[in-house]
């Protein structure tokens, strides 16, 4: 009984022994069927990773072209140095070299080099061609290269704040450089070799090359000969008059194609002040684009446009384009006293109409027209001529301007956006306004983009003109440029007539608040036109921060205009003998 309960027992305890076995046999088998299966990418990575060392190859970024397909920005070819301590051999002579070729100090290197616990070190960054090949003449072993491929841009600094600039890494940091980055980074390729864990390289090892992918070309509505022109009259003004700043914007009137924009100071794109960041932020900034101030007479071209619009569609409030307005001397409004520019010595500004109200830049009479047409009315036309909200323009950090609201608004306010004061613009929203009230009414959203293209040419995107209201209708718009035509012919804009070609414009001289007061002598002079041989073509904003001496926008911004209008003039002269 008891052998016959043995043999029973052993016999269960051999068939759980089996069962163990075979279901860990089982797991087992899972689990191999699992890494196989499931986990074979992921650990054929990791061994690769384990068993390779890798040396990125920076993939070429795309360029940036004007609309003539110049180059502005494009690269070069940049290398890489790196160091195996557990490779090299003779460190004292090879320190020795290397500090000599590459600038660094002799000691320093030969303490990175005898130090053969370490895997990797960078022995220089963006080193030229010629400076590699001589190190590579020396067939040293344990030294690596990559391939970088660094920004330059041709004209130094031209354009620098709207192409802007990349990092060392070769990212956008600021400008159409951060804004396109999708557009214009490529994808980085890869050089691998075989090593062990200490990061020795396996001898008779291959290498094996990843290529990278191009990064794609975007293509400007820039052009780099009108801004070249453009930037040329604003250094002339900043030796001649010494403001604290000045900048102008140039445009298509008739789709808001960007042609040229320009502030000064300004800084190499080749050398920017990387070491002062303050600096280099200051100078990069694209202030007509991302900064606001009051307009100042160049405002009223939007009280007169309303004005007419409104009297053409018969509103009762508003006046006759012919109306006779007896008396432009002051109007007190909340207890407010609103004066013009103009003492009114013998009546000079008596007995005007619109037309010469605009000639005169004579502040009573727009007030009077704003406070007849009321703050709804105002408002809607502030709205459709894009006042307020930000344009759309493709680049960062767009500022909206700065308007009271309509809830909040007092007559007196009212009174005062009429003629440029109580707002705060931007100068793209100024010009992009200005161009509408004189272009049949369209209202455009400005851009910087024409094209994104491969390298070979492949067309990628191609921009379309985008029309984003109506602000005033054609025969309003007619009315408007032959008054600003008159502006310039015979009134404050007189600076920017040009023989054998119709320029109309509006100036502009606005006191500068500081700490929310007026601040003594400080002015933003300024000058808004357009021009063409018989319909407008381009138009133009120039403004000047604080100059020394004249300041008024009709003597110191209307001639910088007439110049640039005269370079695009010239430019146009030259591709029609071409």
């Known amino acids: 009984m008891n052998k016959k309960f043995n043999i029973n027992l052993l016999r269960k305890r051999l068939l759980a022994i089996f069962f163990a076995v075979t279901f860990l046999f089982f797991l087992i088998g899972c689990r191999l069927t699992y ?17 390779t060392r890798d ?70 960054l963006g080193v030229s061609e010629d400076v590699m090949k001589k190190v590579e003449s020396y067939d040293y072993d344990g030294i690596y290269y990559s391939v970088n491929n660094e920004r330059y841009y041709p004209y ?32 980085d390729g890869q050089m691998l070799s075989q090593g062990d864990l200490l990061g020795i390289e396996q001898e008779d090892s291959e ?13 400007l509505t820039l052009d780099r000969q009108i801004q070249q022109v453009t930037e040329n009259a604003l250094k002339k003004l900043m030796l001649s008059s010494n403001p ?12 808001g194609d960007i042609v040229a924009l ?16 303050e600096e280099l932020m200051k100078l990069s900034r694209n202030t007509l684009i991302t900064d606001i101030y009051e307009p100042g007479s160049t405002f009223k071209v939007l009280t007169a446009a309303a004005n007419v619009e409104e009297y053409l569609q018969g509103n009762e409030n508003a006046f006759s384009p012919e109306a006779v307005f007896g008396d432009g001397r ?45 703050k709804e009315t105002m408002y809607d036309y502030l709205e459709d001529f894009g006042y307020g909200k930000a344009t759309g323009v493709d680049y960062q950090g767009e500022s909206g301007g700065m308007l009271i609201s309509e809830n909040f608004l007092k007559s007196c306010d009212l009174a005062r956006i009429s003629f440029g004061q109580t707002i705060a613009v931007t100068g793209l929203q100024l010009v992009n306004a200005t161009a509408s009230a004189v272009n049949g009414g369209n209202l455009y ?39 600003l035509y008159g502006v310039v012919e015979k009134g404050s804009g007189s600076h920017a007539k040009i023989d054998g070609y119709k320029v109309g414009g509006k100036t502009g001289t606005a006191q500068k608040y500081v700490d929310g007061h007026i601040a003594s002598g400080k002015y933003i002079s300024s000058f808004v036109g357009f021009f063409g041989k018989d319909e407008p073509e381009y138009i133009a904003l120039v403004l000047v921060n604080e100059p020394e001496g004249i300041y008024y926008g009709s003597t110191i911004a209307a001639p910088v205009a007439k110049e640039i209008f005269e370079g695009i003039i010239a430019i146009e002269e030259t591709k029609k003998e071409d």
């Not at 994104?452 to 990628?460: F, I, L, Q, R, S």
């Open 55 to 124: 040396l990125p190859i920076t993939a070429e970024r795309g360029r940036i072209l004007d609309r003539n397909g110049e180059v502005l920005a494009e690269n070069v070819t940049t290398y890489n140095l790196y160091v195996r301590p557990r490779m090299t051999e003779n460190e004292e002579e090879m320190s020795k070299t290397l500090s000599i070729i590459l600038g660094i100090e002799e000691a320093t290197l030969y303490s990175k080099l005898i130090k053969k616990g370490s895997s990797e070190f960078t022995l220089a």
């Open 35 to 51: 890494l196989q299966l499931f986990s074979a990418y992921n650990l054929t990575e990791k061994a690769l990773d384990q068993w």
């Open 445 to 483: 959203t400005p851009t910087f983009l024409d094209s994104v293209t491969t390298y070979e040419g492949k067309n990628v995107y191609t921009k379309r003109t985008n029309q984003i209201g109506n602000s005033i209708s054609e025969e309003a718009s007619a009315i408007m440029r032959n008054y």
């Open 207 to 219: 290498r094996y090359y990843i290529d990278g992918q191009r990064g794609l070309d975007v293509q």
């Open 330 to 374: 002051t109007r007190v409004v909340d207890g407010q006293t609103v004066k013009c520019w103009d003492k009114h010595i013998n009546g000079k500004h008596s007995n005007q109409d619109l037309s010469e109200a605009l000639m005169n830049s004579c502040n009573p009479i727009f007030v009077d027209i704003a406070l007849s047409l009321g």
């Open 156 to 187: 130094n600094e031209l354009a620098c704040q709207i192409l802007g600039y990349v990092s060392i890494d070769g990212e956008g940091q600021s400008g159409l450089e951060k804004y396109f980055n999708q557009y214009l980074r490529g994808v």
């Open 244 to 255: 604290v700043s000045t900048s102008a914007i140039v445009m298509d009137i008739n789709n």
């Open 262 to 277: 320009a502030n000064f100071p300004s800084f190499d794109l080749n050398n920017p002040p990387r070491d002062d960041l």
